[in-house]
C-alpha cells in the first residue's frame, strides 16, 4: 500500500515551474564546483519526525494524520519502515537517519527490547538492499525513558550508564550491520538543571570514560563510520554539556577525544545557543571539526526547538559557503532534514511538500555560495580588511618574529594617528542580497 497517496517521485522542473511536487532549485545532477548537487549535500530524511512524530506540542495532542498509526507495537515499526522506504523514492533521497528508539518499541526487558530493534534492523537491512538507500547516520535515545531523568553517561546513578553503555553497544552493533556511515551522540540529558547537587567534575569524567568506551568497541567490531557530537546548549537539560561548537571543541581537547570525534551541527541548536549557524560552522571548520549537519531553522520569536523546514535562504547559503570551504566538503557527513511539518500541516502530502522546500532552500544556497566562492568575494573584503599583517610590521606579527620589546619601539617610533578603514558591513550585506536575487 501507499502511505503517501501514490505521490509519483518529485522531478527537477526550474524555477518557473508552477508544480508544487516539483523541485525548482535542487537538480541533483547539476555539477557545481567539481560535483553534483547530490554529491554536495548528501540529504538525509529524519526518521523521527517524518515517522514517529505525532504532532504534539506541550500545550495539544497529536494531530497528524498517519496511515501506519491504525497499527501498533512491531506492526506500526514495520509500516513506519515502509513509509520511509516509500517517501525517500518520492524526495529521490539517498539518506536517512534514526534513533534505536524510533524504529522499535521498547519492551519489558532489555533482551525483548533488543529483539524488537533486531527485527526492525532486519526489515531496514533488506530495503537498504533492494533499493541502494543508505543510512547516514544511527543514534540511541537516552533522554525519553525515565531512566535517564539524571542524564545518561552523566547520571549519578552507576546502573542507569551501565544501561546506557548496554544501549550504545547495540547500536553500534547495528550501525555496523547497517552500514552506517557515522553515528551521533546527542547528549539530551547530558547537563545538569542546578549546581547544588551536581558534581561537574565527576560527571564531565564519566562522559568522557563513557566516550572512550565507545571508540574502543567500534574499533573492536570493526565499525569504521565517523564518531559526531552534536550540540545543544539547553532543552531538554536547563544547561547541555555540549553547550555548543566551541564549548565541545574544548571538551575533546581535555579528554583526548579530538581524533575520534567531529561535530555535527544543527541550526536550531545554534539559535537556542545564541549564534547563527553559520558561526557554528565556521568554528568547527576552521578547526577541522565540522563533520556533518542538521538542516532546519528556528523561529525567533520563541524560545525554544521548533525544528522548522529550513527555508531562509541567507541562512542556507551561508552554511553552503562554509560547507564549500571546508576540507572534503559534507565528507562523510550530510544534510539531515532534523525537521518537522507544523501542528497545523498535519496531512501526508505536507511532509512531501516540506522536505521540497527544504531540498531547493539548500540548492539555492549551494548555487548563490558557489557563485560568492568563484567571484572572491569575501576573499577580496578580507585581503583588504587584513591588509596591513601582509607587510611591514604586520608580517612580522604574523611570522613570530615580532615581541613586545619590538612592538613597543615601532609603537615610539610611529607617533602619528592611527587610521582605520571603515568595515563597509552595510555594504556587505547589500552585496549579498544582490548575489542573493542574481547568481
Known sequence: MSYFDNIQPVNYEG????????????NPDQVILGKTMREH??????????FSANGSDPFGAGTNIRAWDKYDGLELAKARVDACFELLNILGVDYFAFHDRDIAPEGNTLQETNANLDEIVGLIKDKMASTGKKLLWNTANMFTNPRFVHGAATSNNAEVFAYAAAQ?????????????????????????????????????????????????????????????????????????YDFDAATTLSFLQKYDLLPYFKLNLEANHATLAGHTFEHELRVARVNGILGSIDANQGDLLLGWDTDEFPTDLYSTTMAMYEIL????????????????????????????????????????GLQ??????????????????????????GADIVSGKADFKSLEAYALENNAPIVNQSGRLELIKATVNQYLLNA
Open 368 to 393: 548563490v555560495a558557489a557563485k560568492l566562492i568563484e567571484d572572491k568575494v569575501f576573499d577580496n573584503i578580507l585581503d583588504t580588511r587584513y591588509g596591513s599583517f601582509k607587510s611591514g610590521i
Open 168 to 240: 550504545v553497544k547495540k547500536a553500534l552493533d547495528h550501525a555496523k550491520e547497517l552500514g552506517s556511515e557515522n553515528y551521533v551522540f546527542w547528549g539530551g540529558r547530558e547537563g545538569y538543571e542546578t549546581l547544588l547537587n551536581t558534581d561537574l567534575g565527576l560527571e564531565l569524567d564519566n562522559l568522557a570514560r563513557f566516550l572512550h568506551m565507545a571508540v574502543a568497541y567500534a574499533k573492536e567490531i570493526g565499525y569504521t563510520g565517523q564518531f559526531l557530537i552534536e550540540p545543544k546548549p539547553k532543552e531538554p537539560s536547563k544547561h547541555q
Open 41 to 50: 549535500m548528501r540529504f538525509a530524511v529524519a526518521y523521527w519526525h517524518s
Open 325 to 364: 570551504l571546508n576540507e572534503g566538503g559534507i565528507g562523510r557527513g550530510g544534510v539531515n532534514f532534523d525537521a518537522k511539518v507544523r501542528r497545523t500541516s498535519f496531512e501526508p502530502i505536507d511532509v512531501v511538500y516540506a522536505h521540497i522546500a527544504g531540498m531547493d532552500a539548500f540548492a539555492r
Open 15 to 26: 524555477p518557473t515551474s508552477t508544480n508544487p511536487l516539483s523541485f525548482k532549485f535542487y
